[in-house]
């Protein structure tokens, strides 16, 4: 819900931040929710995406992965298509990038 309302100011905020430090980018910018698959689809923050605006239009939300390798635990981010995921469900948005990762607090 807050990803869905305050998006648009989100983004603009963190792009007026990193104009601020000198940091440019390139392509168009859009915050999305990050919705842990495997569950069911909760959101736990929200992403900033980076890309080509043509595929940063497609993106939906960035899917988060728990990856695990013997002792070895990480997240893993994909800018996906639906807000649903699921582990057969999704599929990555190729040439967008994770600009910025928003904790917010519940």
């Known amino acids: ?31 999305v929710p990050i919705i842990r698959v495997g569950t069911t689809g909760t959101a736990v923050g ?30 893993g981010l994909v800018p996906v298509t639906t807000r649903k995921v699921s582990t057969d469900t999704v599929r990555g948005v190729g040439g967008v990038g994770i600009s910025a990762n928003i904790k917010i607090p519940l």
């Open 1 to 31: 819900f807050i990803v869905k309302q305050f998006g648009p100011d989100i983004d603009r905020f963190i792009n007026s931040v990193l104009s601020q430090k000198g940091i440019a980018r390139e392509g168009m910018t859009k915050v």
């Open 46 to 75: 929200a992403a900033q995406v980076i890309g080509p605006e043509q595929q940063v239009k497609k993106v939906q939300a960035v899917a988060e992965l728990e990856l695990t390798v013997g002792s070895l635990r990480g997240r």
